[in-house]
Nanobody, 124 residues
Framework: QVQLVESGGGLVQAGGSLRLSCAASGPTSSSSAMGWFRQAPGKAREFVGGISWSGGSTKYADSVKGRFTISRDNAKNTVDLQMNSLKPEDTAVYYC?????????????????WGQGTQVTVSS
């Protein structure tokens, strides 16, 4: 059973930074690509970024490209999302997810394992 636990959410002013972390455990945690998604109130959940199992490949949504960075430490089974230059429209619940593949994927259907989410609120 794969378990994912996010941490690091909170309230920040526009222009500020936050770093989210996802701790993974379970049989596939060391071989799965990982992704971050977010869901704002009244909106569908959307892909934010993903990283391959090796960490050598990443992909980002256009809305966060150049501001967010994903990294992983397979020795610690953690995946981080560094968020800089935050905007009020980044306000959402952020979810960590483990893919069924080792390469970067963006579709929710490719992620069978999800964390509980962590709230990020950016004030203007």
């Amino acid at each position: 059973q794969v378990q994912l636990v996010e941490s690091g959410g909170g309230l920040v002013q526009a222009g500020g930074s936050l770093r989210l972390s996802c701790a993974a455990s379970g049989p596939t945690s060391s071989s799965s690509a990982m992704g971050w998604f977010r869901q704002a109130p009244g909106k569908a959940r959307e892909f934010v970024g993903g990283i391959s199992w090796s960490g050598g490949s990443t992909k980002y949504a256009d809305s966060v490209k150049g501001r967010f960075t994903i990294s992983r430490d397979n020795a610690k089974n953690t995946v981080d999302l560094q968020m800089n230059s935050l905007k009020p429209e980044d306000t959402a619940v952020y979810y960590c997810a483990a893919a069924r593949y080792s390469f970067v994927v963006t579709s929710e259907t490719s992620f069978p394992h999800w964390g509980q989410g962590t709230q990020v609120t950016v004030s203007s």
